[in-house]
């Protein structure tokens, strides 16, 4: 059974920085891209970036509100995937999301909430 | 970045009502294009990739179209089930950006 799970939010400072990961089970993650969502309350979803996998390059886009603060890695030794995200603000308050491929079901997410 | 128009923003309709949902792209996308559909307080689910492939376990009253930069979700009789948002979302270029989202209510 195909599984991903993100975690690793919380409460955090704006300018303070939060690692989530994306942890995936139940099939080869070297051969997928991973994408990272986000959705603040009240508000639509918001693509935040893509890893591709190392036979494309291992190469990662960003969104513009997060490019330059922002690292999206992988180990596929390990199956995870990771969002780094850096001088947090409040308005990165959200439920995040990560999936295999580029499109699919977002699943449970994990709170980021920055705040003083 | 390739900008997504969504229309129209709320849509209100019965059941039984044929609905229809526009996006247009800024740019021509190859056929990358998903939507997803959006129930209260749960996360977006996949309708639809590749522009017009149904997702897997996805009722066959939808369904969707491509001519272009337009693409035209349409879902064929509304069930109760059905009253959500939808958003399109482009992945043809680096940056992939969401359509502003279609709420269909009663």
């Known amino acids: 059974e195909v599984q991903v799970v993100v975690s690793g939010g919380g409460l955090v400072q704006p300018g303070q920085s939060l690692t989530l990961s994306c942890t995936t089970s139940?099939?080869?993650?070297?051969?997928?891209?991973i994408t990272w969502f986000r959705q603040a309350v009240g508000k639509g979803p918001e693509w935040v970036g893509f890893?591709?996998?190392?036979?494309?390059?291992?190469?990662?886009e960003y969104a513009t509100s997060l490019r330059g603060r922002s690292i999206i890695s992988r180990d596929d030794s390990k199956g995870i995937a990771y969002l780094q995200m850096n001088s947090l603000k409040t308005e990165d308050t959200a439920m995040y999301f990560c999936?295999?491929?580029?499109?699919?079901?977002w699943g449970q997410g994990t709170p980021v909430t920055v705040s003083s | 970045d390739i900008q997504m128009t969504q229309s129209p923003s709320t849509l209100t309709a019965s059941v039984g009502d044929r609905v229809t949902i526009t996006c247009r792209a800024s740019?021509?996308?190859?056929?990358?294009l998903a939507w997803y559909q959006q129930k209260p307080g749960k996360s977006p689910t996949l309708l639809i990739y590749?522009?017009?492939t149904l997702e897997t376990g996805v009722p066959s009253r939808f369904s969707a179209t491509s001519s272009g930069t337009e693409f035209t979700l349409t879902i064929a009789s509304l069930q109760t089930d059905d009253f959500a948002t939808y958003y399109c979302?482009?992945?043809?270029?680096?940056?992939?950006?969401f359509g502003q989202g279609t709420k269909v209510e009663i």
């Open positions: 999936i295999r491929n580029q499109v699919g079901d």
């Open positions: 740019q021509s996308l190859g056929g990358w």
């Open positions: 590749h522009a017009t």
């Open positions: 139940g099939f080869d993650f070297a051969d997928f891209g």
């Open positions: 979302q482009q992945y043809a270029s680096d940056i992939r950006l």
């Open positions: 890893i591709r996998r190392a036979a494309s390059g291992g190469t990662s």
